[in-house]
């Protein structure tokens, strides 16, 4: 479910469905910084830190192994993220990462 509120917050997918159900929303961890126009050696550190921040606090994620911000093209830019979801039971092995790519705007 996570994985659908993040891909419909960040690249406006429709992963969620009609109305969110469960009271699911799209989650956009740049939300703070869309449409600023941030210069690309500001906003690719910028973005890591967002997102990091989110994915740690929301305890969504154990580490962020890779996030990659492309160049803008056309208003649009390539996203690339992989996460190590945390790992919830001790008896289990542990959690293979997950991903996202994409095209993002606002950025």
Excluded: C
Excluded at 56 to 81: C, F
């Amino acid at each position: 479910m996570f994985r659908r509120q993040l891909s419909d917050g960040l690249f406006g997918t429709t992963l969620l469905g009609d109305g969110a159900h469960r009271g699911s929303r799209p989650l956009d961890p740049f939300a703070e910084i869309r449409g600023l126009g941030l210069d690309d050696a500001v906003l690719r550190p910028v973005a890591r830190l967002l997102f990091v921040k989110k994915m740690l606090s929301s305890g969504h994620a154990a580490r962020v192994d890779q996030l990659a911000l492309g160049p803008s093209h056309q208003g649009r830019r390539r996203l690339s993220i992989v996460w190590t979801p945390r790992q919830v039971y001790s008896n289990v092995p542990d959690p293979e990462p997950m991903s996202l790519e994409g095209l993002i705007q606002g950025l």
